[in-house]
């Protein structure tokens, strides 16, 4: 049975955030976990613990995987901790090419993550995103970042191209790679309407 406290010392750690990782964003990533896991397999436990505290190991969201650790170490097995913290720290994007996760739990949580970057949430997260970190809407001729770049000038809208229409090949179980391919199409058509609103199409 998962922890009160686990929920609760997640719910704090993400209370004031604006930037599209709050708390509800952590809801729709375990649900969607769960989810993958009902179809896919996997054990429940590692899963769900996992999706709760993802985030919470975000340097970029004033995390480290430490916080994540000392929550964990009188919680669940020594065995479960490590499972646990790998999955976590293997989990983000970064440039796209990252090493694959080593087991199922891993895999599904990492889907989930990523179906809650893409489609119509991704969308309104990805706006959310650029307004907290003061990035523009949309830059036209700006060239799109090239992966692992963090420091060059971007948009709202560039993020698209640099990470998002990416996010669907990357996909690790059948079911996640069903949604993402729905998810996806919904982003192309929002772009190709985005810019042509931008010109006064």
Do not use: C
Request: glycine content about 6%; cysteine-free; proline content about 3%.
């Amino acid at each position: 049975m998962l922890s009160e406290e686990t929920e609760q010392f997640v719910r704090i750690f993400h209370s004031d955030d604006f930037s599209g990782h709050d708390f509800a964003h952590i809801e729709r990533v375990r649900t969607m976990a769960l989810r993958i896991a009902e179809i896919e397999g996997g054990d429940v436990r590692i899963i769900e613990h996992a999706a709760l505290l993802h985030d919470v190991a975000d340097s970029k969201l004033g995390g480290t995987s430490e916080n994540v650790d000392q929550h964990l170490q009188s919680r669940v097995s020594e065995q479960d901790r490590l499972h646990i913290l790998e999955i976590i720290s293997n989990l983000s994007f970064k440039a796209g090419d990252r090493p694959p996760m080593k087991t199922l739990e891993g895999k599904i949580v990492q889907d989930a993550d990523r179906l809650d970057a893409i489609g119509a949430i991704g969308i309104a997260r990805t706006f959310q995103f650029a307004g907290q970190f003061k990035e523009p809407m949309y830059v036209p001729g700006l060239v799109p970042r090239k992966p692992g770049d963090r420091t060059g000038k971007t948009s709202a809208l560039h993020h698209f191209d640099e990470k998002l229409f990416r996010l669907k090949e990357l996909m690790n179980t059948k079911t996640a790679k069903r949604i993402a391919e729905d998810r996806h199409q919904y982003m192309l058509e929002f772009v190709e309407r985005f810019k042509q609103e931008w010109e006064g199409r």
